[in-house]
């Protein structure tokens, strides 16, 4: 097996097509080298080996060895320099590189090579003791943090890591010296620095920095395969569904300096602005810098070019203004890469001594409205189809636009507290915390937090997914805090240079103001402002992004299944049209019952013990829910609203107060142990599966009656005055055919007398949900007589798990953590079991009648790989919240397309 794979000089063993075992990064430098981009030689270790690693007890395969030296070899023939000579050395970097990115999740190690022997030959090459020494003393950090201490699996406290230690050797040294900035330390200052690191070393860690440039080569692809498994590289694989067995490649490149002068510099640049989508070429250079300081945010970075500069860059000089012949050369490659790809690319580049060299070219992460405008931008300009436009946009990222913004007049009023960059759009409103930690525990505890950070770190990400927002006081727009929430299109502030964070004593001051941890703040991420305490947030409106209509036009013509929603006012239902529904797919009519108005009609209801008063206490109910149902149904203007009889067990109605109770009796006339003798007598050890359902409306047949009518007698009315509407009465929790027909018998003699009394042919269904094992195991029987099913897949999977939907909270964390559960059932359909359960009833549903229609309106409804599972299934239509609408119909056209 060939485990090693060349490039440089316009040749490459891989292509771009290979990311499995070469990894993105890797793939990539191949296909660069292959379209005549200016890329250092060198190799890529591919996945196969960490693998093998990994299966074999962190042993690598035989063969390894030489055809590394084999590569070496080559990549020093490409570059004209020798790894280990000591007159003309040969300098590499070690990198990971996954199949998918995982941006900062593993580890690097750079100027591999420098030892005490080639040291001399650098410094008579470059004429430059210092930055030969400054590259040193960056190897022995970064390896003595990655191989030696990191690599080892150590895990020492915060500041007690050997890096921090290595910093604080610099602090003290510059203290000592009166220096304020690393470019007033010399070549000899670097030298001697580099001696103490290595003393240091010595004395914390008991062993020595490896002086020998093949033992620090094999140090450092051993740490970054190791790195695969770390603890960052894990919890990132989990949030972002990335397989364990993938495994990274390493890539092992001849080192470029951009710190060689101010003829050298680095920059990371994304084809189109990964933030708004437009098409510019964006992004942020340094001159005399290596890459990390761009990334690392600890200087702040320049424009790329003149267009693209903002009130806070527009005294930074461009690299177009700067290095007119080199910016000219990167536009190019630039246009070169984005067509070749056809895609926007997140690019790294170093200039060298006025060379240029390509160091990485990757699909760049976008946000959700930079997603959509570019999808929509590119099928225009000719360079996708339609089809691939759409698969550009994941259905979630439709989120991201349809997310709150700050309300404008709020924002007016309110305390400023600082300014940063508006890294991440939208607006957010949260609780300070100034650690990972406490933002993911204090999220697990139901508050919604604001992380606060010096900068953020790969160690941040779990705190950094439980944040509403994440606030930053340094980095650029394309430090790690804001690639990773513009990923995850999260609110997000990076370089508030205000800030002044006391992480000891949790309080941080923005100004003149001083804040303690818990304190609210809110956050306008597209304007980069903060602001103090909880402003209101305003719902997105995505019909003012001109490509989001393109793009769910084009959604809606490819495909077949239908979008509804679940709504019971007729606000939600209008909210729902302009996101796109096409019908309501439930209305859960208990819900109604709750007003004030209402609720003392249902508990006298409850408390009848004989027909004749309980008949007289729904019929009081029944002009409100007539008047609900004409006002939803005239908003649908024809489309089907599918109306759901009463469901939840009717204790639901009476947790009363003891201040309820008295009120109750008075109203009744009973006394008020009559009253609590009542509500005694409902309870129910198990609820869920009681008195509830459409087992209330077989006891209690006025309650089916009186809804029945209300629907019918709405109808027949809008009807008569020339509206179109459509309702489909459904009957709840039917488990046997004997059940939906007896409830069914009820609504056909309603109908039957209404017609009658208005003189009208009503266009009405009656269906049931499906949401019981027993139900869908008897689909075939209940189908003879509905006329729809519509699954109801929270109840389904509750009962098909024998999980409480209520409480799986309590023991949900473990079935993750321990991957007994893949994800929440509740969230995700359960495929393997509740989908045979949904598959068999449809197939049993549609051998008896062809024409049943069928939909699903469980939360599962708006979850994309739910939606996909309908699709396949037949199923006729999802139905989802209003806010999923949008999502759902994405989903729909991608399971179309797939
Ligand atoms: C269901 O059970 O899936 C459903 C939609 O009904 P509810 O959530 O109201 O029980
Ligand atoms: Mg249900």
Known sequence: ???????????????????????????????????????????????????????????????????????????????????????????????????????????????????????????????NARFVYDAYRRLIMMYADVVMEKATGAEPKDGQSIRSKLEKVIDRYKEEKHYTNDVDLSAEDWKFLSEKFQEEINERLGCAFPDDPMEQLWGGIKAVFQSWNGDRAISYRKIENIPDEWGTAVNVQAMVFGNMGDNSA?????????????????GEWLVNAQ????????????????????????????????????????????????????????????????KLWMLQTRVGKRNGSAAIKMAVEMENEGMIDKKTALMRVKPDQLDELLHPMLDHVAEENAVLLGRGL??????????????????????????????????TSPEDV????????????????????????????????????????????????????????????????????????????????????????????????????KIRTNAESTKDALQAIKFGAEGIGLCRTEHMFFDESRILAIRKMIFSNNEKDRREAVMELLPFQKDDFKSILSAMEGRPVTIRLLDPPLHEFMTLTDEQQNDLANHLGVDKNTVKNRINSLHELNPMLGHRGCRLGIAYPEITEMQATAILEASAELTTNNANVFPEIMIPLVG????????????????KKIQAKYNIKL???????????????????????????????NDLTQTTFGFSRDDIGSFLPDYLDRNILPEDPFQSLDINGVGKLVSLAVKLGRGINSNIKIGICGEHGGDPKSIFFCKKNGLDYVSCSPFRVPIARLAAAHAELQ
């Open 266 to 282: 680095t920059g990371v640049a994304f084809t189109r602005n990964p933030a708004t989508g437009e098409n510019k070429f964006f």
């Open 462 to 561: 779990h705190g950094m997914h439980a944040s509403q927002a994440i606030l930053t006081a340094r980095g650029g727009m394309t430090s790690h805090a804001a690639l990773v929430a513009r990923g995850w299109g999260k609110c997000c502030i990076v370089g508030c240079s205000d800030l002044n964070i006391d992480i000891e004593g949790e309080t941080v001051e923005i100004g003149d103001h001083k804040l303690l941890k818990g304190d609210w703040v809110t956050m306008n991420g597209s304007r980069g402002n903060i602001y103090e305490g909880q402003l209101n947030l305003i719902p997105a409106n995505p019909d003012t992004h001109p490509e989001y209509k393109t793009l769910m036009k084009w959604a809606d013509e490819v495909r077949i299944l």
């Open 763 to 793: 266009d009405y269904l009656v269906g049931t949900m499906i949401e019981l094992p027993r139900a869908c195991l008897t689909a075939d029987e209940i189908a003879r007589h509905a006329e729809f099913f519509s699954f109801g897949t």
């Open 736 to 751: 046997s055919a004997t059940e939906y027909i007896d409830q069914e018998n009820i609504v056909r003699s309603v109908a």
């Open 1 to 127: 097996m060939k485990y090693v794979y060349l490039f440089g000089n316009g040749v490459a063993d891989g292509t771009a097509e290979m990311k499995n075992i070469l990894g993105g990064k890797g793939a990539n430098l191949a296909e660069m080298n292959l379209l005549g981009i200016p890329v250092p030689a060198g190799f890529t270790i591919t996945t196969d080996v960490c693998t093998y690693y990994y299966d074999n007890n962190q042993v690598f395969p035989q063969t390894l060895e030489q055809e590394i030296i084999n590569a070496l070899k080559n990549t020093e023939q490409f570059m004209g320099s020798q790894f280990g000579n000591p007159k003309n050395p040969l300098l590499v970097s070690v990198r990971s590189g996954a199949r998918q990115s995982m941006p900062g999740m593993m580890e690097t190690v750079l100027n591999v090579g420098l030892t005490s022997k080639t040291i001399p030959g650098l410094i008579e090459k470059t004429g």
């Open 291 to 354: 890459g990390e300081d761009v990334v690392a945010g600890l200087r702040t970075p320049n424009p790329l070019n003149e267009d693209t500069k903002t009130e806070d860059t527009k005294n930074l000089p461009s690299l177009e203004s700067s290095m007119p012949k080199i910016y000219t050369e990167l536009t190019d490659i630039r246009k070169k890469l984005e067509t070749h790809y056809a895609d926007m690319q997140d690019i790294e580049f170093t200039i060298q001594e006025d």
């Open 422 to 455: 508006p890294a991440g759009p939208g607006g957010a409103t949260g609780r300070i915390v100034f650690t990972a930690d406490d933002a993911e525990s204090w999220h697990n505890n139901g508050e919604k937090v604001i992380l606060i950070r010096e900068e």
